[in-house]
């Protein structure tokens, strides 16, 4: 296990490790699922990489696997986008733009809510490019750096976004550019859309690996602030909102059986990442590019049932 660069993270040998390893063990040969391969970049990815990490919001951190490989955020991006957009709009104006209902549907359905217009939750790719659309800055790139600059704050080193994912995803996202178009017809998006877009794309292109994600839980787990390096990422106010959409909305069309199983709040993407966040506890990641049809993780989802059996996590 290398040292961690990520300030002064604290990493511990112990019999918890081992049963981590164990978990990793019992779960590599798992061959089940698909990469994700509608945007083409995302379908070179080594399907067999796989890494979990946790870390606990007084800085120890334990991981195993892949922990190093860095990998595109994709749809995780929403949950931190959907709190600099609460910190920039406030909740109530949000509100009014973006509901906080589970669909069950997939992802990239194409659907608002039939009477506010507004796009479900911001979990949802809908949501998550009207969320984005409401992030402030006076043209695109003061925006695109402020959002650069919230990644910095939950994950502790500056973060960048991968240009051949990103103009990937650009060149083949009609899907989302129909959505796009169709919130920008009833008002919910205001701005030039494919300002929007641009911004949305490059959000989800943004480079993390799996320890980031770990990391990223954690201040998510600590009310906001980063427990390796004490900044505040994200207003504490805006926690339980964060959180409380996650818990509901941030696994689609499986979050109901999430919830019930798992029973933590968690978000997925396509890359293949799933991050959990057990309040004032821990950050919990896993890193496996092998998706089940909904867009979900086939080992991340395993190993975190295993994980919250194991630690007894669930809320309930
Ligand atoms: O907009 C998209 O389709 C991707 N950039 C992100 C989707 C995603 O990660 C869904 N997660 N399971």
Request: with cysteine.
């Amino acid at each position: 296990m290398g040292k961690a660069n990520q300030g002064d993270l604290e990493i511990v040998p112990s019999p918890f490790l081992a049963f981590l390893k164990d978990l990793h063990s019992k779960y590599k040969s798992l061959q089940e699922g698909a990469v994700a391969n509608y945007i083409p970049e995302l379908a070179k990815v080594n399907p067999d990489l796989f890494s979990i990490c946790i870390v606990t919001v007084d800085g120890q951190l334990y991981e195993v696997g892949d922990y190093e490989q860095l990998f595109t955020i994709q749809s995780m991006s929403k949950v931190f986008a959907y709190g600099l957009a609460l910190e920039d709009r406030g909740r109530d104006y949000i509100l009014t733009k973006v509901g906080v209902e589970p669909t069950g549907d997939a992802f990239n359905a194409i659907i608002l809510d039939e009477q506010s217009k507004r796009p479900h939750n911001p979990m949802v790719n809908a949501g998550a490019i009207a969320t984005t659309s409401l992030i402030k800055g006076s043209g695109a790139t003061e925006r695109l750096n402020r959002m650069l600059d919230m990644f910095r704050r939950y994950i502790g080193r500056d973060v960048f976004v991968d240009i051949s994912v990103f103009t990937s995803e650009r060149s083949t996202g009609h899907r989302n550019r129909a959505m796009a178009h169709l919130m920008l017809n009833f008002g919910t998006i205001d701005q030039n859309i494919e300002e929007a877009l641009d911004l949305y794309f490059q959000q989800c292109a943004v480079m993390v690996n799996c320890r980031d994600l770990a990391v990223m839980a954690a201040t998510l787990a600590n009310r906001g602030t980063n427990p390796i390096t004490g900044e505040q990422a994200v207003d504490s106010r805006y926690i339980k909102d964060i959180l409380s959409v996650m818990y509901t909305c941030g696994m689609y069309n499986f979050a109901g059986e999430w919830a019930y199983k798992v029973g933590i709040p968690a978000k997925s993407g396509v890359c293949g990442g799933i991050f959990a966040v057990v309040p004032q506890q821990m950050g919990i990641a896993v890193f496996s590019p092998l998706l089940d049809t909904r867009g979900n993780s086939v080992r991340g989802v395993k190993v975190c049932e295993e994980l919250s059996q194991h630690l007894s996590l669930h809320l309930f």
